[in-house]
T-cell receptor, first 115, second 114 residues
Framework: GAGVSQSPSNKVTEKGKDVELRCDPI?????LYWYRQSLGQGLEFLIY????????KSGLPSDRFSAERTGGSVSTLTIQRTQQEDSAVYLC?????????????FGPGTRLTVL | GNSVTQMEGPVTLSEEAFLTINCTYT??????LFWYVQYPGEGLQLLLK?????DKGSNKGFEATYRKETTSFHLEKGSVQVSDSAVYFC?????????????FGGGTRVLVKP
């Protein structure tokens, strides 16, 4: 079946603009994660959604970052007033049930460049 | 806090050589452990995993054993191929204090030359 998909694949924006990144998880997966991959910081957790529970936002680096998940499926990560340090590859992953032993399946990522 | 440490690369070796990438973790409890691989131009994909102590994960000729006594999950392959050139990430999941999110090591770039 289809894997995790993300759009856009590349996004170039100017400093101060807002951006929205989209993630479509694998159908039937109840858990959805956002991570960020950057040269200086490696792979970092951002936010986690599990079913109808309140999301775990503990990895969001600032209040300019927010995410929502509508209908338990598609998720959107929004970055307001982008800064150059936000440049990174943003990865989305999903897993079947959010269990500690579940495999997380990753999308291809969105490469964000802030000029 | 919880952390995963893996050896820095790049690691350059010849085809058919033996590969080891060290990985250790620091956590409260015993998390599930994973190795993910990122081939050039592709996304992260699971290579193997182990969910409890003494478990061995294996896939594509790679193996890693969950060693509780040394808090390690070293990745090994007896005879690498050029197609194994990639970046390898060790990750810990289900670490109690960290919820279900993965904590990644810094990644190890491996280059296999013919």
């Amino acid at each position: 079946g289809a894997g995790v998909s993300q759009s856009p694949s590349n996004k170039v924006t100017e400093k101060g603009k807002d951006v929205e990144l989209r993630c479509d998880p694998i159908s039937g997966h109840t858990a959805l994660y956002w991570y960020r991959q950057s040269l200086g910081q490696g792979l970092e957790f951002l936010i986690y959604f599990q079913g109808n529970s309140a999301p775990d936002k503990s990895g969001l680096p600032s209040d300019r970052f927010s995410a929502e998940r509508t209908g338990g499926s598609v998720s959107t990560l929004t970055i307001q007033r982008t800064q150059q340090e936000d440049s990174a590859v943003y990865l989305c992953a999903s897993s079947l049930a959010g269990s500690s032993t579940d495999t997380q399946y990753f999308g291809p990522g969105t490469r964000l460049t802030v000029l | 806090g919880n952390s995963v440490t893996q050896m820095e690369g790049p690691v350059t070796l010849s085809e058919e050589a033996f590969l080891t990438i060290n990985c250790t973790y620091t956590a409260t409890g015993y998390p599930s452990l994973f190795w993910y691989v990122q081939y050039p131009g592709e996304g992260l994909q699971l290579l193997l995993k182990a969910t409890k102590a003494d478990d061995k994960g294996s896939n594509k000729g790679f193996e890693a054993t969950y060693r509780k006594e040394t808090t390690s999950f070293h990745l090994e392959k007896g005879s690498v191929q050029v197609s194994d050139s990639a970046v390898y990430f060790c990750a810990g999941g289900g670490i109690k204090a960290a919820g279900n999110k993965l904590t990644f090591g810094g990644g190890t770039r491996v280059l296999v030359k013919p």
